[in-house]
């Protein structure tokens, strides 16, 4: 599975932004399919999570408060819908695909073995 991850850009606190995860190549088929997004310097985090029964896990409240991931009806893309957007979200955004996600590694970076090129996400007023 190869994935291209768009829709970053440069907004201002309390804007939204869409991004898109793309699967070349087919669909997502038995895969679940994670955000992650990495500041300079620091760790890459867990953002969100969806299986392919719609099962949805969030980092945190926060997240999920602002943050919707969703699959597109042919499960070969993932949309992470953020609104509310904060300084602190300003990341460079990763995608990544694994066929072997269970809910005790859903959050680990090493669950997913495919990983598409990041898309930058700026908030900044």
């Known amino acids: 599975v190869q994935l291209q991850a768009s829709g970053g850009g440069l907004v201002q606190p309390g804007d939204s932004l869409r991004l898109s995860c793309a699967a070349s190549g087919g669909a997502f088929r038995r895969h679940a399919v994670a955000w992650f997004r990495q500041t300079p310097g620091m760790e890459r985090t867990f953002v969100a999570a969806?299986?392919?029964?719609?099962?949805?896990?969030y980092d945190s409240d926060s997240v999920k408060a602002r943050f919707a991931i969703s699959m597109g009806s042919a499960w070969n893309t993932v949309y992470l819908q953020m609104n509310s957007l904060r300084p602190e979200d300003t990341a460079v955004y990763y995608c990544a695909a694994g066929s072997s996600v269970i809910a005790s590694n859903v959050a680990s970076r090493t669950a997913y073995a495919h990983w598409g090129l990041g898309t930058q996400v700026t908030v900044s007023s």
């Open positions: 969806i299986n392919r029964s719609g099962g949805r896990v």
